[in-house]
């Protein structure tokens, strides 16, 4: 379930937000490595409705009341340092009860990423960064109903079922094993830079293998379609699931056009793909339905070892792709990304709910001059005992 620390997390991916103290300038600004992404930050911040206030009355938020701002984690620290102003922001700790905004933590490579996938995947359930913000700020606000923290950064859970089930909530996907939530979290390709893949298209074509030209007579009818209509047909693989086992009933073009349209697969190098695809084939033809398959296949949750102490992560290698770790940790975080929808946690509010009075008797008295020093003193001793006993 939910864990704490005395970090911050990124409530996109579940990783940490790190200190970029790592940074050596001495190298230039071209230098770079795999895992200097875990400490490029933003402050996102937004409307927000506390669990003792009523709901929201619509789950639509424009994208004007999201603000997303750089900022700068701190070395055992759930502050967050926005830049170049240098505010500090405590993410998912509202500075007062009556103030309408709060703040979470974010990569910015999440950011881009969550973006994307709300520009270009023709699954996605978020349509915008007010519907990014909505199923961000109601998976914290659900989580602190159910496990308050009190003003420590969290990760919030979200969903571990389908849509159509009973919601249940934890933290198996955000799909790395629940080692990496650790003070010390174990390495693996999580740690590796999800936008800056080098070499992406060259390793990944090198999964390309080569296969008999296909004499099926359905792939020949589907050749013959009208071209209005496989065009109809395109986007669909997109947006259901595929099977990992190739049927070679389409051709292996129309299999090329799919794999070219993964949204997810940006940044393609052009003259990557015309040199591998200048060899001569001797009368075969390149295999694009399995590498297709195999690209599309979903990230899992990482199941429990043998020694049923650690977990085994999922990997690419699971479906034969051996590709960059950059490219592994993009699509778990696209999956996470393509998983979200405003409130898919089910958060409700107490219909009685609303915000406490400042008349309210908690235990603390209002500053003004007829308090003694005294009657402080005994006010900060009772207080005290009640947030010990």
């Known amino acids: 379930m939910a864990t704490t620390h005395e970090y911050s997390f990124c409530t996109i991916c579940g990783m940490q937000l790190e200190e970029n103290d790592f940074r050596d300038f001495r190298f230039g600004p071209s230098y770079w490595n795999h895992s200097m992404w875990l400490s490029s930050a933003m402050v996102i911040s937004g409307p927000y409705w506390p669990t003792y206030h009523a709901g929201p009355v619509s789950l639509d938020v424009p994208d004007e009341f999201v603000t997303r701002r750089l900022a700068i984690a701190k070395y055992r620290s759930t ?11 405590t993410p998912q700790v509202e500075e007062s009860p009556d103030d309408d ?19 270009t995947s023709p699954t996605a359930r978020i349509r915008s960064i007010g519907d990014l913000w909505v199923t961000l700020e109601r998976r914290c606000t659900k989580t602190d109903q159910d496990q308050p923290f009190f003003f420590q950064s969290f990760l919030p859970n979200i969903p571990e079922n389908n849509p159509t089930e009973p919601h249940k909530l934890g933290l198996s996907r955000y799909y790395v094993p629940p080692e990496c939530f650790e ?7 999580w740690n590796h830079d999800p936008l800056l893949v080098p070499d992406l298209t060259a390793k990944l074509l090198s999964n390309l293998e080569q296969v008999d030209a296909s004499s099926s007579p359905f792939a020949a009818n589907f050749a ?11 986007p669909l693989v997109l947006r259901v699931p595929v099977n990992i086992e190739c049927n070679y009933r389409m051709p292996q073009a129309y299999w090329k ?18 040199s591998k695809l200048s060899t001569d084939l001797a009368g075969k033809e390149w295999n694009w339905e399995k590498i297709t398959r195999q690209v599309l296949s979903p990230p899992k949750v990482a199941a429990l070892s043998e020694d049923e102490i650690s977990h085994e992560p999922w990997d690419y290698k699971e479906v034969g792709l051996l590709v960059p770790d950059g490219l592994t940790n993009r699509r778990r975080i696209w999956q996470i990304c393509e998983d979200m929808y405003p409130n898919d946690v089910g958060m409700v509010h107490d219909t009685h709910a609303t915000a406490p009075s400042p008349d309210d008797d908690i235990g603390i008295i ?3 001059d007829e308090v003694s020093s005294d009657e402080l003193e005994y006010q900060d001793h009772e207080f005290g005992m009640l947030m010990t006993t």
């Open 79 to 89: 502050e967050l340092t926005v830049i170049p102003n240098g505010e500090a922001v």
């Open 101 to 119: 905004n709060i703040s979470f933590g974010i990569h910015v490579a999440c950011d881009a990423i969550a973006t994307c996938v709300i520009e």
């Open 183 to 189: 003070e010390d979290p174990p390495p693996g390709w």
């Open 224 to 234: 013959s379609l009208p071209p209005e209509v496989r065009d109809m047909i395109d």
């Open 257 to 274: 056009e799919i794999f070219f349209q993964i949204p997810f697969l940006w940044d393609l190098d052009k003259e990557v793909i015309a």
């Open 366 to 368: 209002a500053l003004d």
